[in-house]
């Protein structure tokens, strides 16, 4: 009893230095992580002159010049719309195509379908094959095409894997009794799969609308015509050739940011539960 009495205070203030750590590092993390987003945000309100002078401080005057001048100089609502178009587009017809085909694989529907999980796992680790699919693009027609742009975003291996995995958390008993009743393919997938996996379809709804959001080199490379630009290749208008007018260009990366952010923020609740079963699990 002695030694017990003896080894508790110590054991509370090594808990006490432990936490005192912990808490110091996520400090330290956010303070990484949000002061570009401050920096950006304070550099959004400030003019030319201001920002050229002190990049740091804090405006003279917070006025919204710099979000009316992007949005008029980089053509938003045209490439605003172009985005919402391909990120849409993509995202629905990846989340569809992609539930069936894990679906498939999780429950070995088709040959091979541990080689196919194994290949999609591969392709996390292996860079994109620009060049083949350069030529593949080209010789479909599809260069300088929105249908061609939007199949560049058709798979996603990381969604896959999220799918499957969580599709293996399902017991099998609702597969054999779906067969039992005369449940069809199509039917068991729409009325029984999809409700049970609605946290996983949603992270991979926004994991992958972030992604196509936020896209640059495919849409400079694929996509010529000003027409067809998406807004983060309209941002290209904002590079001078004696240099770049910052503060305008940071308004028009926060209007670029809010839309997909408040996506983010309104899907939050599933994907918390979606990455978690997806990836440790199965």
């Known amino acids: 009893m002695t ?10 203030r090594r808990f006490g230095w432990a936490k005192l750590a912990a808490y110091a590092i996520l400090v330290a993390l956010a303070v990484v992580y949000l002061a570009p987003m401050a920096m950006l945000i304070i550099t959004s309100f ?10 740091i ?7 919204i010049d710099n979000f009316v001048e992007a949005w008029n100089k980089a053509s938003f609502p045209r490439y605003l719309l172009n985005t919402v178009i391909y990120t849409a587009a993509s995202t629905a017809i990846f989340v569809v195509t992609g539930t069936f085909l894990s679906i498939a694989i999780a429950r070995r529907f088709v040959r091979g379908s541990g080689f196919l ?19 593949l693009i080209l010789r479909l027609g599809l260069y300088n095409n929105p249908i061609g742009y939007v199949m560049l975003f058709l798979v ?4 896959i894997v999220i799918l499957v995995n969580y599709i293996r958390t399902i017991p ?7 067969a039992i009743e005369g449940c069809s393919y199509f039917r068991f997938v729409i009325q ?11 992270t991979v709804a926004v994991l992958h609308a972030i992604g196509v ?20 290749r309209g941002l290209i208008v904002f590079n001078g050739i004696y240099g770049n007018n910052w503060p305008v260009l940071a308004a028009a990366v926060l209007m670029i940011a809010v839309p997909i952010a408040a996506f983010f923020i309104l899907m939050q609740r599933y994907i918390i539960g979606g990455v978690t079963a997806g990836a440790v699990k199965g």
Not at 57 to 62: E, G, H, T
Not at 117 to 132: D, E, N
Not at 156 to 159: L, R
């Open 3 to 12: 030694a017990l009495t003896r080894t508790a205070p110590v054991t509370r």
């Open 46 to 55: 400030k003019t030319l002159p201001e920002f050229t002078r002190d990049a």
């Open 57 to 63: 401080s804090l405006p003279k005057s917070f006025s």
């Open 117 to 135: 999980f194994t290949m999609f796992l591969i392709a996390l680790f292996l860079p994109p094959a620009l060049i083949p699919q350069f030529q």
């Open 156 to 159: 996603n291996p990381i969604g």
């Open 172 to 178: 099998t008993e609702l597969d054999e009794a779906a």
């Open 192 to 202: 029984i799969v999809i409700p049970l996996i609605k946290p996983a379809i949603a």
């Open 213 to 232: 959001w936020n896209e640059l080199i495919l849409a400079t490379i694929y996509l010529t015509k000003a027409d067809y630009y998406p807004i983060t």
